[in-house]
Nanobody, 124 residues
Framework: QVQLVESGGGLVQAGGSLRLACAAS????????VGWFRQPPGKEREFVSA???????VYADSVKGRFTISGDNAKSTVYLQMNSLKPEDTAVYYC??????????????????WGQGTQVTVSS
């Protein structure tokens, strides 16, 4: 079994920065993709960013230019650097990974493993 553990969440003022980390442990496998999702209070879980199978990065429009994903699928830790944070970024942030080849990155069903989440709160 694979375990994903997120860290780095917290409370920050608008305009501030946080860096989230996703650490993988357990059964060794080649991760084909690692993604970050978030779930704002009372809303559905939504895509934030992912490292693709080819090692590139994709982002949701709402975070493009402010968030940067780093690390690659072979490393045990993937990071999400979040700058210029806004109150609407407040959410529980989840790390996700998959080991199968697939074409999508933007849906929760594109991933096989999930972390427990870390809370990010941005105050205005």
């Amino acid at each position: 079994q694979v375990q994903l553990v997120e860290s780095g969440g917290g409370l920050v003022q608008a305009g501030g920065s946080l860096r989230l980390a996703c650490a993988a442990s357990g059964r060794s496998f080649t991760r084909r993709a690692v993604g970050w999702f978030r779930q704002p209070p009372g809303k559905e879980r939504e895509f934030v960013s992912a490292v693709t199978q080819s090692g590139g990065a994709v982002y949701a429009d709402s975070v493009k230019g402010r968030f940067t994903i780093s690390g690659d699928n072979a490393k045990s830790t993937v990071y999400l650097q979040m700058n210029s944070l806004k109150p609407e970024d407040t959410a529980v942030y989840y790390c996700a990974a998959r080991h199968r080849w697939a074409s999508g990155y933007y849906e929760t069903s594109d991933y096989d493993y999930w972390g427990q989440g870390t809370q990010v709160t941005v105050s205005s």
